[in-house]
């Protein structure tokens, strides 16, 4: 089960963190990512992390800007949003997605994969 937090509604410029606990195994049994949906779109990948902790990826629309993160301890996944633009206006969500790469984690946006999905958080960009 992946429960999210965060969100909200937030200036052009501003930041936002989300935060998504996983129950069960421990973080470095998946690969965890973040998409969004926006209105009228298809949901898109934004970033993930690999098993190892040591990988991330971003989608270009938002590399330098988002950081995604994890807390073995806390056994929860974050994305720390700064600058944000209108164009990051969405529902976000987090995926956990049990792979046996450890190195990698783009294939968590593969077409054919399934993970496990929080329950969604907006996020709207507005002034």
């Known amino acids: 089960q992946l429960v999210q937090s965060g969100g909200g509604l937030v200036q052009p410029g501003g930041s936002l963190t989300l935060s998504c606990e996983v129950s069960g195994p421990p973080l470095n049994y998946y690969i965890l990512g973040w998409f969004r949906q926006a209105p009228g779109k298809e949901r898109e990948g934004v970033s993930c992390i690999s098993r190892s902790g040591l990988t991330t990826t971003y989608a270009d629309s938002v590399k330098g800007r988002f950081t995604i993160s994890r807390d073995a301890a806390k056994n929860t996944v974050y994305l720390q949003m700064n600058s944000l633009k209108l164009e990051d206006t969405a529902v976000y969500y987090c995926?956990?997605?049990?792979?046996?790469?450890?190195?990698?984690?783009?294939?968590?946006?593969?077409?054919?994969?399934?993970?496990?999905w929080g329950q969604g958080t907006q996020v709207t960009v507005s002034s």
């Open positions: 995926a956990a997605d049990w792979s046996p790469d450890t190195a990698l984690c783009a294939t968590i946006f593969d077409k054919g994969r399934h993970p496990s």
